[in-house]
T-cell receptor
Framework: GDSVTQMEGPVTLSEEAFLTINCTYTATGYPSLFWYVQYPGEGLQLLLKATKADDKGSNKGFEATYRKETTSFHLEKGSVQVSDSAVYFCALSSDSWGKLQFGAGTQVVVTP | DADVTQTPRNRITKTGKRIMLECSQTKGHDRMYWYRQDPGLGLRLIYYSFDVKDINKGEISDGYSVSRQAQAKFSLSLESAIPNQTALYFC?????????????FGQGTRLTVV
């Protein structure tokens, strides 16, 4: 079955540091890929997505590129802020029903 | 007001009790989902529904049931709660744009079974 593997956290960074969170997936066909973010005490919200190979999703300074050859969708941000402290989830959807398969989540802590 | 509202936000219940978690949405979406979040496991799908007459089991439906009372309401029940059902539960909605549609999540219900 489908699965998503993402790097374990917590990841602790200083403000303005570069952030990378690795995500790889296993799926049949051509899934859509997502990054969701969960701020403390809140539900998840979509950060970015990509629906086909070589697509790049971007939002709020975050980027991720759909790499079919390496089955990866790594999340990057060039300069993090304290407000980026959250849990980040990589997810995929491999059918037309919108069901999401999530990775375990990576907690990111940004210190001033 | 939130687009997807879950009640209660927190609940402590005893083993063996029946409990219902409620979800309502104002997005106008047909598709609704219940997920469970556990540390180190991410979110896992419990049930999903595409309209009032359509209910489907997800990855971990054992011990749970659902009711889609209206397009905007989707309730999750634990018939006889057990401690390993202690978790954070999320309701989500999406529109009918296939697998790439954005999901909108409620703020979650933290359930503790003692």
């Amino acid at each position: 079955g489908d699965s998503v593997t993402q790097m374990e956290g917590p990841v602790t960074l200083s403000e303005e540091a570069f952030l990378t969170i690795n995500c790889t997936y296993t799926a049949t066909g051509y899934p859509s890929l997502f990054w969701y973010v969960q701020y403390p005490g809140e539900g998840l919200q979509l950060l970015l997505k990509a629906t086909k190979a070589d697509d790049k999703g971007s939002n709020k300074g975050f980027e991720a590129t759909y790499r079919k050859e390496t089955t990866s969708f790594h999340l990057e941000k060039g300069s993090v802020q304290v407000s980026d402290s959250a849990v980040y989830f990589c997810a995929l959807s491999s059918d037309s029903w919108g069901k999401l398969q999530f990775g375990a989540g990576t907690q990111v802590v940004v210190t001033p | 007001d939130a687009d997807v509202t879950q009640t209660p936000r927190n609940r402590i219940t005893k083993t063996g009790k029946r409990i219902m978690l409620e979800c309502s949405q104002t997005k106008g979406h047909d598709r609704m989902y219940w997920y469970r979040q556990d540390p180190g496991l991410g979110l896992r799908l419990i049930y999903y529904s595409f309209d009032v007459k359509d209910i489907n089991k997800g990855e971990i439906s054992d011990g749970y049931s659902v009711s889609r009372q209206a397009q905007a309401k989707f309730s999750l029940s634990l018939e006889s709660a057990i401690p390993n059902q202690t978790a954070l539960y999320f309701c989500a909605t999406s529109d009918s744009l296939g697998g790439a549609a954005e999901a909108f999540f409620g703020q979650g219900t933290r359930l503790t079974v003692v």
